[in-house]
């Protein structure tokens, strides 16, 4: 059974910095696109970086942009979400997501699967 894990979330102070991971299993997710999206409370799950199956191409949400960092060792089958300098606009459940299309979308209804999310909450 395909499933995603996310790990690495937890409480930080404004101006810290987390590293998410996102493991896959159940199958070989490199041919992928992955995705990461979060979610706080009251609001909609937004996009937030995305990673082509090679690696080669990036994107980000312009709220994160110089800020997080997206990455994927296929041959461990994880994502990672480097967050660097942490707002507390950035408190959500973060969510990891992959697209068996290897274009990476920031559309989350273009995603086949979807890990259980991992809270990260940043105080001021």
């Known amino acids: 059974q395909e499933e995603l894990v996310e790990s690495g979330g937890g409480l930080v102070q404004a101006g810290g910095s987390l590293r998410l991971s996102c493991a896959a299993s159940g199958r070989t997710f490199s041919s992928d696109a992955m995705g990461w999206f979060r979610q706080a409370p009251g609001k909609e799950r937004e996009f937030v970086a995305a990673i082509r199956w090679s690696g080669g191409s990036t994107y980000y949400a312009d709220s994160v942009k110089g800020r997080f960092s997206i990455s994927r060792d296929n041959a461990k089958n994880t994502v990672y979400l480097q967050m660097n300098s942490l707002k507390p606009e950035d408190t959500a459940v973060y969510y990891c997501?992959?697209?068996?299309?290897?274009?990476?979308?920031?559309?989350?209804?273009?995603?086949?699967?979807w890990g259980q999310g991992t809270q990260v909450t940043v105080s001021s």
């Open positions: 997501a992959a697209d068996i299309s290897p274009i990476a979308t920031m559309n989350s209804y273009e995603y086949d699967y």
